[in-house]
């Protein structure tokens, strides 16, 4: 089955709101295995929306609207898919029992424009809509089906789930089932380089995103059902697996910080943090995750050299000759962050986030970011090019959880210098 | 000038990604007076595409594209657009060096499909991308324009404004004036309740949205040329500040933390985080901002009680008595912050962000928040009912921010009750 999504509303197209639904709407229709090719945004605007229709009734078998269903005189949605698909509205006095009980619940009475939203298709059919006054509709015109759904999300996502969505599923006996594998560590045109080939696959398909520090890759697979989807997708991940290995930390949406809060708890250990340049961004991604108490109970935000000293012990002299962006004072904030907490894996970042601060010698984007765990200090060196502040410290947030997570879970940490919390951590330029 | 939108990319169709390029690029449009009739989402497919373009071309004047720029083998917008604009892709020698200067600078070779990047039109030309390898591409063909921008956020925003927008402004006549007044501490109901009759006016009109921890009235002028455009806004703007005062922190594109830290900045005072239950979130805000160093130099992370004591001084037997989330704990965490680091303002927050964790008298969504300077402690009991964690920490940490915001430009706090710091600071219930 083939699919469009419309959505409608003068608001979309001034960019007054953000478009969320047809993300949701996008989601929903994949999971049922309904190939979506088009998404479009109109106006409220009666022959641009008709023409629109007209177009999508020949290339696709639904047509999935959100918007437009409102008691104001803009709003025709409804009216403008009824004359496309041949259909007259009637008067449902159910629904207008319903509407008036609404307001009356809200202590006002009806307005007479909303008598407009009491009216439902003589052929096709309504769907309660249990959070406002707009009821879903459904159009249907040799095999071709229409479904409007209200605007608010509030409205729509309960609508869905609890009428639409099953009268859908119901028309599919086919089912798509997708895998997200997330990659951390390694840059998209790398990973293409490992695993490019794989791209080219007809059932399963896999395609690549490039996320901010992270890649992910999606495995899709159109089988007779779920559970086959599942294997076909899952026989299809492990050629992923053999090429990229621990550089895959999770899959579909477990984030990195909850795969490191969970390699932390697996392991019994505890982590803390002690950040310069990401101000707090690595310690308020761990504590995103529900239950990191658990692993997580310090962190120092050490963004002056005074704080560095006085918090984590670095010394002042190291912060005098070589500076702060640099790996010694990397591996002391670490060292120092394990030590006043007591944690067992300390992670630290300093660099030089910009947009100004930099020199030819520490360029803005350079990030030097330490984890210790025991006697062991590794460090690495992190330089994001021509990339804003926001990006520097994500991806230097991201690196610094990942190499927690390769600490907790005793895997390597590639592109880091290994060295002993006694010594001097010196990398070579 | 009529404008299309039309955004590439399969995981724009598989929901995996929301759209947010849409949303920014139907305001910039919306800004310049360009009318903008459709959004179109289409994937990666080479005939669906072009298909789209054919039609826009008969429909519009300027198709804006996003997405689809990137060095894979899937990424073909510039390829089909090119084609139906009857133009032919060329190498620029300029570019291919950037891109290999990109890779130097991050210390990594470019892979040959990235060539593909460099590649602009004959008869078109092409707009440089600082933050990316995708540089931005126009076309022309009897009177039709066509831009392609790279599709990461982080790269078309920036190139907008430096690049496209200008060029695009030449073209028009007539403008579009916006103006962006930004409200935190008071919910968007009571906005409405306080300036609702505002927002019924034809020219300038107002306009209401709700964020999360704040509310934005966008105020927007139809005039003969930005001047006049932004003198009937700024008029229009002066009959919401007589009802909202100071609530109104910023405008336009100021963000809360960066209000913060050029109030700061302008009374010459300094800044320390103490935060429990938003783990960072309030630190890593303030060192979004550029130059936050002048205001800001200590953050603890005080997640674990131990470390509230240990790092803040605050009362062991407080914490076991009244418990980590209280008034009495929240103020000794923001007078711990500011007498360790010697800033001049502390502020902390101690609450339950959830989904766990709540209880009868302590619900989920409570949060205590404290802000002191000199003898003076303030302290909020903010409680956000029935949202997510992260709703919750966003809306305690702007709380926070608009506390120290308060304190620095020395603006009553309203919904606080002020301690002398000497004194156990007990709210009653």
């Known amino acids: 089955m083939k699919a469009e999504i419309i959505c409608v509303g003068t608001e979309l197209l001034l960019g007054d709101i953000l ?32 023409e629109l229709v007209q177009q999508a009734m020949q290339r696709s078998d639904l047509l999935v609207f959100s918007g437009g269903l409102g008691p104001t005189a803009d709003d025709l949605t409804k009216e403008t898919v009824a004359r496309c698909f ?56 040799q095999g ?28 599919q006996n086919q089912a798509l089932y997708s895998l997200v594998l997330r990659i951390t560590g390694i840059g998209e045109s790398h990973v293409e380089e490992l695993v490019g080939h794989l791209f080219e696959n007809a059932n399963p398909t896999a395609a690549i995103y490039a996320k ?3 890649v992910h890759i999606r495995i899709t697979a159109m089988a007779e059902n779920q559970q086959r989807g599942e294997e076909m997708c899952r026989a299809y991940a492990e050629k992923f697996y053999a090429l990229l290995g621990n550089a895959i930390y999770a899959e579909n949406d477990c984030t990195l910080q909850q795969a ?44 002056a050299n005074q704080a560095k000293h006085k918090l984590l012990g670095v010394s002042t002299e190291l912060l005098d000759t070589v500076g702060a962006v640099s790996s010694q004072v ?52 992190l330089l994001v090019g ?8 994500t991806c230097a947030a991201k690196r610094a959880l990942d190499m927690a997570r390769r600490l907790a879970l005793g895997l390597p940490l590639p592109h880091t210098k290994k060295f002993s919390a006694t010594e001097i951590a010196v990398l070579e330029e």
Chains 1, 2 share one sequence.
């Open 19 to 50: 478009n969320t639904n047809a993300q949701f709407l996008a989601k929903e229709l994949a999971a049922l295995g309904i190939t979506v090719h088009h998404q479009w945004v109109v106006g409220d605007n009666e022959s641009r929306l008709a």
């Open 86 to 141: 041949g259909d007259t509205l009637v008067l449902e006095p159910e629904i207008l029992q319903q509407i008036q009980q609404y307001y009356a619940s809200t202590g006002r009475h009806m307005p007479q424009s909303n008598e407009k939203q009491a009216l439902i298709p003589q052929q096709g059919g309504w769907f309660d809509n249990k959070n406002g006054t707009a009821p879903g509709i459904w159009f249907y015109r």
């Open 144 to 171: 071709k089906r229409a479904v409007l759904l209200p605007g608010p999300p509030n409205e729509l996502c309960p609508l869905w789930h609890e009428k639409v969505k099953p009268w859908l599923a119901a028309e």
């Open 212 to 214: 901010t520090g992270e």
């Open 260 to 303: 490191v809060v969970e390699s932390l708890k697996k392991q019994g250990l505890t982590i803390a943090t002690a950040e310069s340049c990401t101000g707090g961004l690595v310690s308020q991604m761990i504590t995103q995750v529900a239950g990191a108490s658990e692993v997580f109970g310090f962190g120092f935000c050490t963004y």
């Open 330 to 381: 990397a591996s002391q904030m670490a060292t120092g962050a394990a030590k006043v907490s007591g944690a067992d894996i300390g992670v630290s970042l300093t660099g030089i986030a910009g947009p100004g601060g930099g020199t030819e010698q520490k360029p803005v984007g350079l990030v030097y970011i330490a984890a210790c765990k025991g006697d062991d200090v590794y460090v690495a060196k």
């Open 386 to 393: 021509n990339r804003s502040r926001e990006t520097v410290r």
